[in-house]
């Protein structure tokens, strides 16, 4: 199995519930590394782009207002990339299914989880389900000076007369 890189976001409740460290705790199990993490403000655009495979669902609206943090008065995530071999599998399966009363009970998903009278899932954690789509999203949440590794092809553009990296 080779590296491989995935990202993982804490959703606005699991930081309001203060779940992060036992998150962390979980995922630290999977020896893998993190090479970038930041907490951000998310705004309805990266919502929406991170979410664009399901903008035809009727749950979309609110899926938005949640990653926003407009469910819970709480406008942070937390966004980590994880590294290394299987990184994607192990992330997954600590995380647990995306339905939180379908996840194992020691998965993240399973002890955090829950889902709201409108059928929404809250489910604390965001992981990517498969490499390419692994990509697309670390592109979206990060820049490429903001990760320790270069896992994507990059070049240096001249951004309103300062000098930047940027994906090609």
């Known amino acids: 199995m080779k590296n491989e890189a995935t990202l993982v976001i804490i959703k ?3 930081l ?3 779940l992060t ?3 962390l705790s979980r995922l630290s199990e999977t020896k893998l590394k993190i090479i970038a993490a930041r907490v951000l403000k998310v705004s309805e655009e990266l919502a929406s782009k991170h979410y664009s495979h399901l903008k035809d ?3 979309f609206p609110e899926l938005i207002k949640y990653i926003t943090g407009q469910l819970h008065g709480e406008n942070r995530v ?3 990339i994880y590294w290394g071999k299987d990184a994607i599998g192990k992330v997954r399966q600590i995380a647990g299914a995306t339905n939180p009363e379908e996840a194992d009970p020691v998965s993240v998903r399973g002890a955090y989880g829950r889902i709201l009278t409108s059928g929404l899932y809250e489910n604390v954690i965001h992981a990517s389900s498969d490499p390419a789509e692994a990509e697309r999203e670390i592109k979206l949440w990060f820049e490429p ?3 320790v590794y270069e896992l994507y092809p990059s070049e240096e553009r001249e951004i309103k007369g300062t000098k930047k990296r ?3």
Do not use: H, Q, T
């Open 16 to 18: 309001k519930k203060s």
């Open 57 to 59: 669902k009727p749950f």
């Open 145 to 147: 000076e903001e990760i």
């Open 21 to 23: 460290g036992n998150i």
């Open 166 to 168: 940027a994906w090609k």
């Open 12 to 14: 606005p409740d699991g």
């Open 78 to 80: 937390m966004a980590l």
